[in-house]
């Protein structure tokens, strides 16, 4: 059964640090993995896609990194702002559905401070 | 614009009324969830579908049912509410390899 797990659970920054979000999954047979970013009482929204064939995938102040082999990936912010504050996704495909699912961390939430 | 609507945004009903919650999507995707997400915590998959005609349960056991008459159209339904069905709940589509995954806003319910 896919499991994914999320370190830390919450982050508190001042505006301007650069900051990484980890994520790990036990099922490493996976073909992509995602991140997503969802703001108080709202849905997700996607930010960053990287297939099992990538090492990294860049948009913006965001690099996400892809290790298939060790089971893990991280999240790099930049600059971090205010306007980051929300709650960080990662999901990969779900084994318990013959991967037409995706399974979902917990998140990170992040707290930016101006 | 392509995008994905839920409705209504919240909800407050008694207990034992029938509800629908209505999602539709105009991305032209085959594959639809529905997710319920209690505040703070993490998603859990209800139910999806492949497509029209198709419906499968999630990973978490529900009482709701769902159906997939329209590719567009993904309603889900409880036919008798409980204040247990206290949550939100988030619809989803995407590609048939999890592509282009977009959420709606999500309809917020409480039962009293």
């Known amino acids: 059964k896919q499991e994914v797990t999320q370190i830390p659970a919450a982050l508190s920054v001042p505006e301007g640090e650069n900051l990484v979000l980890n994520c790990s999954f036990t099922d490493s047979a996976i073909y992509n993995l995602q991140w997503f970013r969802q703001d108080p009482g709202k849905g997700l929204t996607s930010l960053l896609l990287?297939?099992?064939?990538?090492r990294e995938q860049t948009s913006g102040r965001l690099n996400a990194s892809l290790d298939k082999s060790s089971g893990r990936s991280t999240l790099y912010i930049a600059a971090s702002q205010p306007g980051d504050s929300a709650t960080y996704l990662c999901?990969?495909?779900?084994?318990?559905?013959?991967?037409?699912?995706?399974?979902f961390g917990k998140g990170t939430m992040l707290l930016v401070s101006p | 614009e392509a995008d994905i609507y839920q409705t209504p945004r919240y909800l407050v009903i008694g207990t034992g009324k029938k509800i629908t919650l209505e999602c539709s999507q105009t991305?032209?995707?085959?594959?639809m969830y529905w997710y319920q997400q209690d505040p703070g915590m993490e998603l859990h998959l209800i139910h999806y579908s492949y497509g029209v005609n198709s419906t499968e349960k999630g990973d978490l056991s529900s009482e709701s049912t769902v159906s997939r008459i329209r590719t567009e159209h993904f309603p889900l339904t409880l036919e008798s509410a409980r204040p247990s069905h206290t949550s939100q709940y988030l619809c989803?589509?995407?590609?048939?390899?999890?592509?282009?995954?977009?959420f709606g806003s999500g309809t917020r319910l409480t039962v009293v």
């Open positions: 999901a990969v495909p779900s084994s318990n559905s013959g991967y037409s699912t995706l399974t």
């Open positions: 989803a589509s995407s590609d048939p390899s999890l592509y282009g995954y977009t």
């Open positions: 991305m032209g995707h085959d594959k």
């Open positions: 990287i297939q099992s064939s990538q």
